[in-house]
């Protein structure tokens, strides 16, 4: 199966008034808000739980200052973006939608990434069961397999962005996505699994051999969540 480059347009994940923190979440678990608001969700692990594939350091900054950036970014673009639809400032609305997909998918994503993680000694690591392993062994051929190619898939993302395993809700059928910069899985697609190829999850530990990267993080990997979310 072939790997694709996902886009989503900005105007299908921006705003819209009415919904959670003015950012559609539906079918998306994992993602906290309080009164409207985002909010930068507890980890279920300690920052140096998933040593030595992630140094506790990197979860820490990765966490502390990178997600909760984009949770605070994202408030405040949503307060702004309030403000000009009360004054039906179509143009403000319209400057206002690029800083909300971004800073908005990084919430969703991060959100979403740590629970894709998990210590050893909390099943990190440990093979993907039932359906989904299924559903890998027909679309890629083996575990083994599909790892290799994910790998490709994040080794192939020129700049920053993700590598996702989705599964096609019209189809139920599974595969790699690679998307850009902080772009979010939405629409037909449920994201899985997904491991971010930014160079603020791995440099301070693995410098510019981001491949050992790619190939540590698979011992820390939860497939219990990816799971739970093709359920």
């Known amino acids: 199966m072939s790997i694709i480059l996902s886009r989503p347009s900005t105007a299908r994940v921006a705003l819209r008034a009415g919904s959670v923190g003015g950012y559609r979440t ?9 009164r409207g608001k985002a909010t930068l969700p507890d980890l279920n692990y300690d920052y140096g739980a998933l040593e030595p594939a992630i140094s506790g350091k990197i979860m820490e900054l990765h966490h ?3 997600h909760n950036t984009y949770v605070n970014s994202f408030n405040d673009a ?9 004054k039906s400032d179509v143009a403000s609305q319209i400057a206002l939608q690029p800083l909300i997909n971004f800073h908005g998918g990084g919430h969703l994503n991060h959100s979403l990434f740590w629970e894709n993680l998990a210590p050893k000694s909390s099943g990190g690591g440990e093979p993907p069961s039932g359906a989904l392993a299924s559903a890998i062994e027909e679309s890629y051929g083996g ?7 994910f790998n490709t898939a994040l080794a192939g993302i020129q700049g920053s962005g993700w590598a996702w395993l989705v599964k096609d809700n019209e189809t139920g059928h599974v595969s790699i996505r690679t998307y850009a910069n902080q772009d979010p899985v939405v629409g037909k697609f449920t994201p899985l699994l997904g491991i971010d190829a930014w160079e603020h999850a791995y440099y301070l530990q693995y410098q510019n ?12 990997v939860n497939w219990k969540a990816a799971e739970k979310r093709f359920a």
């Open 78 to 86: 949503t307060e702004k973006m309030a403000a000009a639809e009360s």
């Open 209 to 220: 051999r981001k491949a050992e990267y790619f190939k540590a993080i698979w011992e820390v």
């Open 64 to 66: 502390k200052m990178h």
């Open 26 to 34: 539906s079918g998306i678990t994992g993602i906290s808000f309080t």
């Open 143 to 149: 575990l083994d397999s599909f790892k290799t190619k």
